[in-house]
């Protein structure tokens, strides 16, 4: 790899740097718990990683974390799986999301948009009202710490509600979103068996009315552990027999009673996109998430009273549990129930505006399609309060970061960030403090030991190996839900290199300790030996006007040759002629490799996907290599799954 200097797309100014909340953590971690005082983040890095008990004990401190019973030391065992935190101590998540109310009773803890774009506030004081009047409800429904709590919501106030109030009662909360079908609903919830069910008759998304009382009457038939249904009016429809009113149930002014849990105790469950199989039910605990979450929300993504913070998500993905958690930091979340897309393009960018939004998070693939649509954020919208850009979903290719530097600010922090479902949480992204370099996450998260290890297991820099985490992180899965000896979690993370988490990615970790991902390193590309991620081709494929989205497969051949095909799906208006392979081609030669030229270039009616919105690579592999649909898939995991039948048919011509 080259070893020229790049120069930083943005850097912080001193003035910046200064009043960033890491920098005063860094400089009170110093005098009180042994951190450097010198040598900036990655000195703290240093630290955080080489001593976690000294820098867990800092983040707790620092941010108050409030501990009903102490703690007999921070870390247990360090061994992974299993790490024991914080052993003997008691706390509960609710209660830290609601403790702003106490001095801000009037401002909003959550601004909720539809597609009309109008922002309706919810202060902190009403939404400590009604999170204690349903821990009430559910408590006489018979809730126990522990219980499952399920909601079919939408990104709605009320969703925020239910898993607070969840929480605050010690049980267990997991959720999908609406647009998800009775299956997909059913592989996950039936794993867990909830005991109440939190729903809507429907939901609106792109300008029309979607009406879900049919798949909810399912749900209720397919999941006998019920024992309630509280039924949401989002369109206006009435309560079906033997459901629960919401209103009703959240009517009462109650001071919420905070059940005090072990910190490991279970917080939520989330999903893997399981394309293969039933997806996997991932438990995060109550303590876990709520340090690691105050430790990323409050000091890599700089967040505090006066912000407020959006993220473009459902509550089916991992980053509405993480926008929740910006009320641990007194944060004023906006929550947008609507299309990305809807009226136009620019939908996301009309409600940063309209909110005031400081922190903007979104899809890397929302931004490659803005600049596509020739979407102008900063000439259409005021974006004044904007302060930082961050993406995830997959990798922001070099273009994304510099359009927008040219379209939103000069002087914007573009955190793009890569973590996971499996912890919730970030393992390199945001660091206020850093500088930007185009294509690149500014660093590895604090106490996130990352490395990029080659398959002997021998550290990398500025060369492409596998992501692990060496050190055990406190969001790190309790376990998986029906995995009781604990095999299907080992095999998922610990089996390459034992005692060590291997995300599956591809990365870089640069000598400047920046990182690039490079994509799944289960659907690599390896040609001759030589090894890609399918994001380095999209990134260049799709710079082309023609190309709206595209999906490259490496298929291993009985014969033991490698057929490496590229599908395309079109823009509007554009044709698969010789010229327009011969520009994809010449493209990925020239800024790629010639290597990885894809033998064939095959139009396709769409790309599929998961509910999370990933293209789904493995899947459609195994498709092409003769696995039949009904096992190299989970049907319930897919958005569309009519376009699995194209790549099925294919590999029945190819055989």
């Known amino acids: 790899m080259s070893t020229e200097h790049p120069q930083p797309l943005w850097q912080p100014t001193d003035e910046r740097i200064a009043r960033a909340r890491i920098t005063r953590f ?46 007999a030391r921070v870390l247990g065992d360090r061994a992974m799986p299993g790490a024991a935190w914080f052993p003997g101590a008691t706390l509960n998540y609710a209660e830290h999301a609601l403790r702003a109310a106490a001095d801000r009773a009037d401002e909003p803890a959550l601004l909720y948009v539809d597609e009309t774009h109008e922002p309706r506030p919810v202060t902190w004081a009403e939404l400590r009202r009604q999170v204690g009047a349903l821990a009430a409800h559910l408590r006489g429904l018979g809730v126990r710490p522990g219980d499952r709590v399920s909601g079919y919501l939408p990104n709605i106030p009320e969703a925020v509600v239910a898993l607070l109030a969840t929480a605050a009662v010690g049980a267990v909360w997991t959720s999908c979103a609406p647009d998800f079908g009775a299956r997909s609903v059913l592989d996950r919830f039936q794993q867990v068996e909830p005991v109440v069910l939190f729903t809507v008759d429907g939901y609106r998304y792109g300008g029309k009315e979607h009406d879900r009382r049919e798949t909810v009457a399912e749900l209720r038939r397919e999941l006998p552990t019920l024992r309630a249904v509280v039924h949401i009016p989002l369109l206006g429809t009435d309560t079906p027999e033997g459901a629960l009113d919401w209103a009703e149930l959240t009517a009462g002014d109650t001071e919420p009673v905070f059940e005090q849990v072990p910190f490991e105790h279970p917080l939520w469950v989330l999903y893997s996109s399981g394309t293969t199989g039933l997806p996997k039910a991932i438990v995060q605990s109550q303590g876990g998430i709520l340090v690691e979450h105050l430790k990323q929300l409050g000091l890599h993504c700089d967040l505090g009273p006066e912000d407020r913070f959006f993220w473009y998500t459902s509550t089916g993905w991992m980053m509405w549990n993480f926008l929740v958690s910006g009320l641990l930091t007194g944060t004023t979340i906006v929550l947008y129930d609507g299309s990305p897309g809807y009226p136009d393009t620019g939908a996301q960018w009309r409600v940063a505006e309209r909110t005031g939004t400081t922190l903007c998070g ?6 490659m399609a803005c600049r596509k649509a020739g ?61 930007v370099y185009t294509g690149e996450l500014q660093a590895p998260g604090l106490g996130t030991d990352l490395q990029s290890w080659d398959p002997g297991g021998e550290p990398l820099v500025d060369e492409v190996g596998e992501l692990v985490v060496t050190n055990p992180m406190p969001s790190m899965p309790i376990r998986f839900w029906n995995d009781p000896d604990g095999s299907r979690y080992r095999e998922s993370y610990f089996d390459t290199y034992p005692g060590v988490w291997r995300h599956g990615d591809w990365i870089t970790v640069t000598s400047r300790g920046s990182v690039i991902i490079h994509g799944r390193s289960d659907s690599t590309l390896n040609r001759q030996g030589v090894r890609m991620g399918s994001a380095d081709i999209y990134e260049v494929v799709e710079r082309l006007p023609e190309i709206k989205e595209s999906l490259v497969i490496g298929v291993e051949q009985l014969d033991g040759g490698y057929w490496m095909p590229l599908f395309v799906h079109l823009a509007p208006g554009a044709e698969l002629n010789d010229a327009l ?12 490799s010639p290597r990885h030229v894809p033998d064939e270039i095959i139009e396709v009616p ?24 009904e096992k190299a898939v989970n049907p319930g995991s897919i958005d569309d799954l009519t376009l699995l039948g194209f790549y099925e048919q294919l590999a029945r011509k190819r055989a």
């Open 26 to 71: 860094q400089a009170w971690a110093a005098e009180h718990h042994g951190a450097p005082a010198e040598g900036g983040y990655p000195a703290l890095h240093q630290w955080s990683v080489a001593e976690p008990e000294d820098f867990w004990t800092a983040v707790t401190r620092w941010f108050d974390v409030r501990f009903a019973t102490p703690y």
């Open 606 to 629: 769409g790309v599929p996907h998961t509910l999370t919105g990933k293209r789904i690579e493995v899947p459609v592999k195994r498709l092409l290599q003769g696995t039949p649909l």
């Open 375 to 435: 979407v102008h954020p900063s000439r259409d919208f005021d974006l004044s309060t904007v302060q930082c850009v961050a993406t995830t979903g997959s990798p922001l290719p070099p273009d994304g970061f510099r359009w927008l530097h040219d379209e939103v600010r000069e002087d914007l922090w573009i955190a793009s960030v890569s973590g996971g479902t499996d912890v919730c949480s970030c393992f390199a992204g945001a660091v206020p403090t850093l500088p």
């Open 362 to 367: 979104t899809s890397a693939a929302y931004v």
């Open 581 to 592: 392979r011969d520009r994809v081609k010449k493209a990925i030669r020239e800024q790629l």
